[in-house]
């Protein structure tokens, strides 16, 4: 199966977008936006900033995805 380890991330605040590499072994719970400085954390029943602002899920959520 294919994870995709690049995720861009869109700041609620500002829109500012990044692409960042997600941590495949760990969940990242928070992303501080470079543009604004908010500092972002993930969306109610989401594990990672990753699963709530980017454009890619979690590695974790990828797998358990592919896996079904
Ligand atoms: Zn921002």
Redesign the pocket.
């Known amino acids: 199966m294919t994870i995709i380890l690049q995720s861009v991330l869109t ?6 977008r990044k692409a960042e590499t997600m941590p495949t072994d760990s969940c990242q719970f928070l992303y501080q ?6 500092v ?1 954390r993930p969306a109610a029943g989401d594990c990672c900033v990753f699963c709530s602002y980017g454009s890619v899920p979690c590695p974790p959520k990828q797998a358990e995805h592919q896996g079904e």
Do not use: K, N, R, V
Not at 11 to 16: A, D, K, Y
Not at 33 to 38: N, W
């Open positions: 700041c609620p605040q500002c829109g500012h936006c470079e543009q604004c400085q908010t972002l």
